[in-house]
């Protein structure tokens, strides 16, 4: 068996693992898949007139929506994997790359096809180092890469019964928030800004995740009676989840938190909030009525309690500039939120997300409230946030603002809403990030496409020849100033 890495655009296959390939296809209808272009592992791109023209031996990521997927040929073929089986749609790898939607048809594959192979072959060699014995075919099995990465992250505690609405979405933890802000201007472009990928993970990772079993405590008489019972139960050292009522705000913050907000068309109530979520509200409004408590045993590091090979794959100094590596650390985070698939009986309720989860929504629901109050403060629109990420609408002359107050928040755009000539390779600019980013962050700036490309294509490379070498022609490059 044999396992294939790339080089360049040129597969090398190495011994002693399974041959399980990687590749995309483009299809020219998604509502009825058959005709398109296709590309193997990073080779050229191939047209096809239908869907048996496919090897079988090949997972295809394609640009075939969820719905239309397991509505059609999603459902029989168990190679293909549908647009949003990644954390980042093919749209999106595109714009992050330096490419427009319209990119043609006889390139996108190809860069589908390599981008995918390298965050698979990545995603897989931290499954294999926490279990040696699997093999790909058993692990990518999913409907979402998140799906497969659950397979080695430690099992998750979650709620039971009654309390199983405190982890329910929109009830009891958002994805996503619509702020309260003003429109963006008419004609505005909407720019999509994150963190880096790598560094935020690492960031929740490296957070505290709470202990059960949680028991229901009438926050009255656990407090004494205090008048302020919302700032008493932030003050205590176990984990909680609180159902809350909000009143009196501050204008400009609530608008930008967004609290009761939805994107669901089902107007569910939000009720609950997890200890980081009302310790941030505390700061937004004047009257917290505090109903109801679940309140858990303890907290501990969540990293302490991951695979050692998770952490030593989010901590390597090779990651931290690598595109690859960040889509793979969010699909981590991003896992570790999964809901209970466990089997349950009819009609019993189940939970969106662990205990674990509900922590990582609140923080990240933190973090991308403080991002978006700080570019509002810089004059900005904020219209939406999400895990990792907020959209900002701007007018075209003012994307350059935008961009420089984003990097003072540790923000950055994908490399394609960069203008160009926007930064001198020697420019310096003012970054209020992690420093272990500042590698990526100057190749998008400056669109250093192959720069990045190469670091990226490191980071995939086993140890040996072939990554010394690159190592080398990147620092050769780097001194002749071809990159």
């Given at each position: 068996m044999v396992r294939i890495v790339m080089v360049g655009s040129s597969p090398v296959r190495l011994h002693n693992q399974e041959d399980l390939r990687f590749g995309a296809v483009l299809f020219d209808d998604i509502e009825s898949p058959s005709s398109g272009w296709m590309s193997i592992e990073g080779t050229q791109v191939k047209r096809i007139d239908d869907i048996h023209q496919m090897p079988s031996d090949v997972i295809?990521?394609?640009?075939?929506?969820?719905?239309?997927?397991?509505?059609?040929?999603?459902?029989?073929?168990?190679?293909?994997?549908?647009?949003?089986?990644?954390?980042?749609?093919?749209?999106?790898?595109?714009?992050e790359w330096g490419y427009p939607e319209n990119t043609p048809q006889t390139f996108t594959p190809v860069l589908m096809s390599v981008m995918f192979s390298r965050i698979a072959r990545l995603t897989f060699g931290i499954a294999s180092k926490c279990n040696p014995q699997l093999r790909m075919s058993e692990f990518f099995t999913n409907t979402t890469l998140q799906g497969d990465v659950g397979?080695?992250?430690?099992?998750?505690?979650?709620?039971?019964?009654?309390?199983?609405?405190?982890?329910?979405?929109?009830?009891?933890?958002?994805?996503?928030?619509?702020?309260?802000?003003?429109?963006?201007?008419?004609?505005?472009?909407?720019?999509?800004?994150?963190?880096?990928?790598?560094?935020?993970?690492?960031?929740?990772?490296?957070?505290?995740?709470?202990?059960?079993p949680f028991e229901f405590i009438n926050p009255q008489e656990a407090s004494g009676g205090r008048r302020n019972l919302a700032a008493w139960l932030c003050s205590q050292p176990r984990p909680f989840v609180a159902e809350i009522a909000v009143d009196d705000?501050?204008?400009?913050?609530a608008s930008m938190y967004g609290y009761g907000n939805t994107t669901d068309r089902k107007k569910v109530m939000r009720t609950w909030v997890?200890?980081?979520?009302?310790?941030?509200?505390?700061?937004?409004?004047?009257?917290?009525?505090?109903r109801s408590v679940w309140m858990g045993k303890d907290y501990k590091k969540l990293s302490d309690t991951l695979p050692d090979p998770i952490m030593k794959f989010l901590n390597a100094k090779i990651s931290f500039g690598s595109w690859s590596?960040?889509?793979?650390?969010?699909?981590?985070?991003?896992?570790?939120?999964?809901?209970?698939?466990?089997?349950?009986?009819?009609?019993?309720?189940?939970?969106?997300?662990?205990?674990?989860?509900?922590?990582?929504?609140?923080?990240?629901?933190?973090?991308?409230?403080?991002?978006?109050?700080?570019?509002?403060?810089?004059?900005?629109?904020?219209?939406?946030?999400?895990?990792?990420?907020?959209?900002?609408?701007?007018?075209?002359?003012?994307?350059?603002?935008l961009i420089r107050?984003?990097?003072?928040?540790?923000?950055?755009?994908?490399?394609?809403?960069?203008?160009?000539?926007?930064?001198?390779?020697?420019?310096?600019?003012?970054?209020?990030?992690?420093?272990?980013?500042?590698?990526?962050?100057?190749?998008?700036?400056?669109?250093?496409?192959?720069?990045?490309?190469?670091?990226?294509?490191?980071?995939?490379?086993?140890?040996?020849?072939?990554?010394?070498?690159?190592?080398?022609?990147?620092?050769?490059?780097?001194?002749?100033?071809l990159l």
């Open positions: 295809f990521w394609t640009n075939i929506a969820y719905g239309p997927f397991f509505s059609g040929a999603g459902r029989t073929r168990s190679n293909l994997r549908h647009a949003e089986y990644l954390v980042c749609k093919p749209t999106e790898i595109l714009g397979i080695f992250l430690p099992e998750a505690e979650f709620p039971e019964d009654e309390a199983v609405e405190t982890c329910t979405a929109n009830k009891g933890f958002v994805r996503f928030t619509v702020t309260n802000g003003v429109r963006g201007p008419k004609g505005g472009a909407m720019i999509k800004l994150r963190p880096p990928r790598l560094s935020y993970a690492r960031k929740l990772l490296n957070g505290m995740t709470p202990v059960g705000g501050d204008p400009d913050s997890a200890a980081p979520e009302l310790k941030a509200l505390l700061t937004i409004y004047k009257k917290i009525s505090v590596a960040g889509v793979v650390a969010e699909t981590i985070w991003r896992a570790a939120c999964a809901g209970d698939i466990r089997r349950k009986m009819p009609g019993e309720p189940r939970a969106n997300t662990s205990w674990r989860g509900a922590w990582l929504f609140a923080e990240d629901k933190v973090e991308g409230y403080q991002a978006a109050k700080s570019l509002y403060d810089f004059g900005h629109v904020v219209t939406m946030y999400g895990p990792g990420w907020l959209n900002s609408v701007v007018a075209s002359e003012n994307v350059e603002d107050d984003g990097l003072t928040c540790g923000l950055i755009p994908p490399m394609v809403d960069v203008p160009d000539n926007m930064m001198r390779k020697d420019e310096s600019f003012v970054w209020g990030g992690n420093e272990d980013a500042l590698t990526l962050v100057d190749c998008i700036l400056k669109k250093r496409q192959q720069l990045a490309w190469n670091t990226d294509e490191v980071r995939v490379l086993p140890p040996g020849k072939e990554r010394n070498d690159l190592k080398q022609k990147i620092m050769d490059g780097l001194n002749k100033g």
